[in-house]
Nanobody
Framework: QVQLVESGGGLVQDGGSLRLSCAAS????????MGWFRQAPGKEREFVAA????????YYADSLKGRFTISRDNAKNTMYLQMNSLKPEDTAVYYC?????????????????WGQGTQVTVSS
């Protein structure tokens, strides 16, 4: 099993920045990819970004490219999501996810492990 714990959410003003962190523990050697999803009230869970746990490949939702940056620190088993130029429509619960194997990186069903989520609220 892999445990994922998110941190870094909070309240920020329109145009502000936040950095989310996700610490992985347990059988981290089984992880091949990690990522972020988000879910706003009344909406479906949507893909934000993902990366392969080895190598340099990263993947983003088209609508978020240029504002969000995903990164990792393998030595700390931690993944990050830097969010800049935040907008009220970015308000959501952000979930950290991990997969034992992944081909497309952007679908809920690809991920085996989910964190509890962290709330991000962007005020206008």
């Amino acid at each position: 099993q892999v445990q994922l714990v998110e941190s870094g959410g909070g309240l920020v003003q329109d145009g502000g920045s936040l950095r989310l962190s996700c610490a992985a523990s347990g059988r981290t050697y089984s992880i091949s990819a990690m990522g972020w999803f988000r879910q706003a009230p009344g909406k479906e869970r949507e893909f934000v970004a993902a990366l392969r746990w080895s190598g340099d490949s990263t993947y983003y939702a088209d609508s978020l490219k240029g504002r969000f940056t995903i990164s990792r620190d393998n030595a700390k088993n931690t993944m990050y999501l830097q969010m800049n130029s935040l907008k009220p429509e970015d308000t959501a619960v952000y979930y950290c996810v991990a997969a034992r194997s992944s081909s497309y990186y952007r679908y809920v069903w690809e991920y085996d492990y989910w964190g509890q989520g962290t709330q991000v609220t962007v005020s206008s």
